[in-house]
């Protein structure tokens, strides 16, 4: 006569303890790669942001330095200001602007200005060339984290302000230098050319 053995359909209490404490284990590790992944991109993602706004703001620079033009403007009381006005932590300058769409179809020329202040490098820009009383700039925030702001202008030598004594107020320097240090970039320079106008006024 056979024996018949009883088999059970489902898992003792053990290995359901077994298999959960596997899961807790594995279900772990796998959070932990993925909180480590998420940082890693929220981290680059971060520095990406850094380094494209440095671009922008460098180029966006260059762009109002190389279209300098020689014509000084008035201030709101009438006075005199440089075509190029610098000082250690700040510049103004006229620039070519160029035109486009139906309001501004030429070119035309304005005023703007850079400078470092509160830990930011700033863009300036003046609705006029030649000011009114209470005639202010509009100011936006081009970078952040900044600090150890230098401007130097450079002609026969260096200078830490402009223009030099004795000079046309319609002259520009040779190159205008911004030195700064970004938060987790470090020290950074850039020398910037200007157009060629050592005719104008020249002492």
């Known amino acids: 006569m056979s024996r018949r053995v009883r088999r059970d359909n489902g898992f003792s209490l053990l290995e359901v303890l077994v298999a959960m404490a596997i899961f807790a284990v594995v279900a772990t590790l796998a959070w932990g790669g993925l909180d480590t992944l998420a940082r890693s991109r929220h981290a680059l993602d971060a520095e990406r942001e850094r380094l494209s706004a440095l671009q922008l703001g460098i180029a966006q620079l260059e762009r109002d330095l190389r279209q300098a033009v020689a014509r000084p403007v008035r201030d709101g009381i009438g006075a005199e200001v440089p075509a190029l006005l610098g000082q250690g932590n700040a510049v103004e300058v006229t620039r070519l602007a160029p035109g486009g769409g139906w309001q501004t179809p030429l070119p035309a020329l304005e005023r703007v200005g850079w400078r470092c202040a509160d830990g930011e490098l700033q863009r300036l820009r003046w609705p006029v060339l030649d000011r009114v009383a209470g005639t202010l700039p509009a100011s936006e925030t081009r ?8 401007w130097r202008y450079f002609d026969r030598g260096v200078s830490p ?10 002259r520009l320097p040779r190159a205008v230098e911004l030195r700064f240090t970004l938060a987790g970039l470090g020290e950074l320079r850039r020398l910037i050319e200007l157009p060629d106008n050592r005719d104008a006024g020249a002492p």
């Open 143 to 150: 970078l952040r984290g900044v600090g150890n702001c230098q």
């Open 161 to 170: 302000i402009w223009p030099l004594r004795g000079a046309a107020a319609e």
